[in-house]
Antibody, heavy 119, light 108 residues
Framework: QVQLQESGPRLVKPSETLSLTCAVS??????????WSWIRQPPGKGLEYIGH???????SYNPSLLSRVTISFNPSKNQFSLILTSVTAADTALYYC???????????WGQGTLVTVSS | SYVLTQPPSVSVAPGKTARISCGGN??????VHWYQQKPGQAPVLVIY???DRPSGIPERFSGSNSGNTATLTISRVEAGDEADYYC???????????FGTGTKVTVL
């Protein structure tokens, strides 16, 4: 059973950088042929796919966030990370890490972590 | 990018059938996945590739997809089915997931 756990600062100031890490157990970020994804959900709103990293290291991002987002992984710790720069209040959301089948459904989700952008 | 449209809300009496639509341009040519999200919880996959059910999901949940509309059907609705439901497809042009706008199902 794959388990994912997000971690990182819960409060980020406007214009600064949001940084989250996802610890994976029950799977390998650089050996298992899946997308390791980040998805967010603003309070009271719907789901938005941010992007993913494939086990090969290739990445793909939502075009609406492309200029501000980077996803990477750390195989030695079996983790993958999200960097989102120049944040605004609109980036306040519950951030989920997840495992997604290639071009398919999101099969496993973390519990989510709420990140608030505020001064 | 690709847009998926769902009705904001659907109300259904216990024991009846709920149908949730997901509209998108030629969505019938894509694989559609459905998620159930209860308050304070992460989404759970209930239907994948139009009509397949993950293990542990009741047979009361079924799906179909044709033309410009995909549909999630919940038969014999129970109080525990009250939740938000999201459809999802893959945008192959940009290689990322696209979620529908979400539908809140209320059991009367």
């Amino acid at each position: 059973q794959v388990q994912l756990q997000e971690s990182g600062p819960r409060l980020v100031k406007p214009s600064e950088t949001l940084s989250l890490t996802c610890a994976v157990s029950g799977g390998s970020v650089n050996n298992d042929p899946y997308y390791w994804s980040w998805i967010r959900q603003p309070p009271g709103k719907g789901l938005e796919y941010i992007g993913h990293i494939f086990y090969s290291g290739s990445t793909s991002y939502n075009p609406s966030l492309l200029s501000r987002v980077t996803i990477s992984f750390n195989p030695s710790k079996n983790q993958f990370s999200l960097i989102l720069t120049s944040v605004t209040a609109a980036d306040t959301a519950l951030y989920y890490c997840a495992r997604t089948s290639v071009s398919g459904p999101v099969e496993y989700w973390g519990q989510g972590t709420l990140v608030t952008v505020s001064s | 990018s690709y847009v998926l449209t769902q009705p904001p809300s659907v109300s259904v009496a216990p024991g009846k059938t709920a149908r949730i639509s997901c509209g998108g341009n030629n969505i019938g040519s894509k694989g559609v996945h459905w998620y159930q999200q209860k308050p304070g919880q992460a989404p759970v996959l209930v239907i994948y590739y139009d009509s397949d059910r993950p293990s542990g999901i009741p047979e009361r949940f079924s799906g179909s997809n044709s033309g410009n509309t995909a549909t999630l059907t919940i038969s014999r609705v129970e109080a525990g089915d009250e939740a938000d439901y999201y459809c999802q497809v893959w945008d192959t042009n940009s290689d990322f997931g696209v979620f529908g706008t979400g539908t809140k199902v209320t059991v009367l």
